[in-house]
């Protein structure tokens, strides 16, 4: 079975860049999801990252978990399976456009400046990638983060999870099957428990744990922008007995009232009445995304395009 394509990012100043481009291109066609290794941000960095995650978890958030989960356990043996809740203990910290690092509690001084640290290193690789998929879609530099601007600039934030051991792996998802409905994430996983997996044509492949890697998915808008040249693909985490599996999922994202449409270079003549992609606020997309997140984007782009021809 094919595996997840990796992209060694130092061949992209050699002799291999264009080989490199065109792997990349690949994956982004035709998988939505690759591993970047040699990405340019630190080891020490990522390790500091990890570590302090794993213990903030334990300190502060295990207690609360463990709670949670007694009272999730006793309704899935009600219910045989569970398909309203996801088995994850999580935080959400934002950087753009305005940072909220200093007002979630609990969290360390050092801690902080070491996600912040992190979540500026993100930024830039995402940035970096953007450009990359632009060069790759014959789009001019700076399209994709233009698209992204809106009047404040892009929205941009890191998911800190946990997926806690699960005594009953079968009744639970770590994170029920859904397309990410934003721009480019940007993935560090724990480098011994795995869970997430991505569906490839028809099959759910794992995306297994690689130490010090990026994986890296593209969201409902890449789709949108590039008229479905790349798409965005199912992935779901799975529960393990064993393990608890940290996943810190950084959300490159277009800003609230930027207007979400494919790049016109990338729609034939023949796509122009007609397309399937929409146009739309991105905001629009989100507050419907918030309640269709678990189910196809299909059915969210046609009900942005019945907005828009009903507001045309
Ligand atoms: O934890 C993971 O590996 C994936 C998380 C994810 O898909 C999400 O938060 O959208
Ligand atoms: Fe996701």
Known sequence: MASLPIINMVKLDGEERQATM???????????????????ISIELLDKVEGM?????????EQKFKEFAKQALERGEELDTISNMDWESTFFLKHLPQSNITGIPDLEDEYRKVMKEFASEIEKLSERLLDLLCENLGLEKGYLKN?????????????????????????FKGLRAHTDAGGIILLFQDDKVSGLQLLKDGEWIDVPPMRHSIVVNLGDQIEVITNG????????????????????????????????????????????????????????????????????KEPRFKAMKAMETATA
């Open 22 to 40: 065109s792997k990349l291109h690949d994956a982004c066609e035709n998988w939505g999801f690759f591993e970047l290794l040699n990405h340019g």
């Open 147 to 171: 698209a992204f601007q809106g009047t404040k600039g892009p929205n941009f934030g890191t998911k800190v999870s946990n997926y806690p051991p699960c005594p009953r792996p079968e009744l």
């Open 229 to 296: 040249k790349y798409k965005s693909i199912m992935h779901r985490v799975l529960t393990q007995t064993e393990g608890n599996r940290m996943s810190i999922a950084s959300f490159y994202n277009p800003g609230n009232d930027a207007v979400i449409y494919p790049a016109p270079a990338l729609v034939k003549e023949s796509e122009k009445e007609n397309n399937v992609y929409p146009k739309f606020v991105f905001n629009d997309y989100m507050n419907l995304y918030v309640r269709k997140k678990f189910e196809a």
């Open 53 to 61: 995650t794993k213990g903030h978890y334990k300190k502060c958030m």
